[in-house]
T-cell receptor, first 112, second 113 residues
Framework: DTAVSQTPKYLVTQMGNDKSIKCEQN?????MYWYKQDSKKFLKIMFS???????INETVPNRFSPKSPDKAHLNLHINSLELGDSAVYFC???????????FGPGTRLTVT | GNSVTQMEGPVTLSEEAFLTINCTYT??????LFWYVQYPGEGLQLLLK?????DKGSNKGFEATYRKETTSFHLEKGSVQVSDSAVYFC????????????FGQGTTLQVKP
C-alpha cells in the first residue's frame, strides 16, 4: 500500500498553461505539505495544511493555489506556468504529535 | 533564523569504507533532527531521527547523535555498500508536528565496488 501518493509522476507542459498535481495519503495524518526541489536538489517548503486549514504559506507566488478537500488530500494548482516553475514537487504528511514527515514519490514538472 | 549546513559533496567511497557526512544546524528553541535519503529517481525516505539532545537515531546501519553543545547531527555508517549510493539530506523541525522541515543542501554519496 502506498502511504503518500502523487499524480502525475511526470508533467510536461508549455508556458502559460494551468496544471494541477494531486496528493493523497492513507496514513491517517492530519497535516500535509508541499515542497519544491530545484535543479540543484535544494528542498523548500511551499505550503502546509492542518485539518484542511492553511497554516504555512512561504512567499509562494499567487499563481500557486493549494486546495485540501479533506485531510487525506492536498492538491496543488498552478496558473500561468513559467519556465522557473520547472522542478520536482513533493507532497508530505505528518501525524499529530510527531515531527517526522513522510514524502510522496514526487512530480517532475517541466515547463517548455 | 533556522538553518542546516551539510558538507559539500559528492562523496565517493569504496565499498566497506567508513562514512561520515557532517551536518550542523542553527535553530531557535529545541529542534528535532532528521536524516532523509533520496535514491535516484525516487522520493525522500526518512532514514533516522532524534528529538532531543544526546538522542541517537539509527536505522539500516546508519547512526547519528544529536549534539546540542556542537549543534551537530553527523551521519555515520561503519561499512557502506553500493546500494547506499544516494543523496542524503539533513533536516530540522522546530515547531512540532505542524512545523516545516528545513533542509540542508544535500550530500551525494557514490559508493564504488
Amino acid at each position: 500500500d502506498t502511504a503518500v501518493s502523487q499524480t502525475p509522476k511526470y508533467l510536461v507542459t508549455q508556458m502559460g498553461n494551468d496544471k494541477s498535481i494531486k496528493c493523497e495519503q492513507n496514513l491517517g495524518h492530519d497535516t500535509m505539505y508541499w515542497y519544491k526541489q530545484d535543479s540543484k536538489k535544494f528542498l523548500k517548503i511551499m505550503f502546509s495544511y492542518n485539518n484542511k486549514e492553511l497554516i504555512i504559506n512561504e512567499t509562494v507566488p499567487n499563481r500557486f493555489s493549494p486546495k485540501s478537500p479533506d485531510k487525506a488530500h492536498l492538491n496543488l494548482h498552478i496558473n500561468s506556468l513559467e519556465l522557473g516553475d520547472s522542478a520536482v514537487y513533493f507532497c508530505a504528511s505528518s501525524q499529530a504529535g510527531r515531527p517526522e514527515q513522510y514524502f510522496g514519490p514526487g512530480t517532475r514538472l517541466t515547463v517548455t | 533564523g533556522n538553518s542546516v549546513t551539510q558538507m559539500e559533496g559528492p562523496v565517493t567511497l569504496s565499498e566497506e569504507a567508513f562514512l561520515t557526512i557532517n551536518c550542523t544546524y542553527t535553530a531557535t528553541g529545541y529542534p528535532s533532527l532528521f536524516w532523509y535519503v533520496q535514491y535516484p529517481g525516487e522520493g525522500l525516505q526518512l532514514l533516522l531521527k532524534a528529538t532531543k539532545a544526546d538522542d541517537k537515531g539509527s536505522n539500516k546501519g546508519f547512526e547519528a547523535t544529536y549534539r546540542k553543545e556542537t549543534t551537530s547531527f553527523h551521519l555515520e555508517k561503519g561499512s557502506v555498500q553500493v546500494s547506499d549510493s544516494a543523496v542524503y539530506f539533513c533536516a530540522l523541525s522546530v515547531n512540532g508536528n505542524t512545523g516545516k522541515l528545513i533542509f540542508g543542501q544535500g550530500t551525494t554519496l557514490q559508493v564504488k565496488p
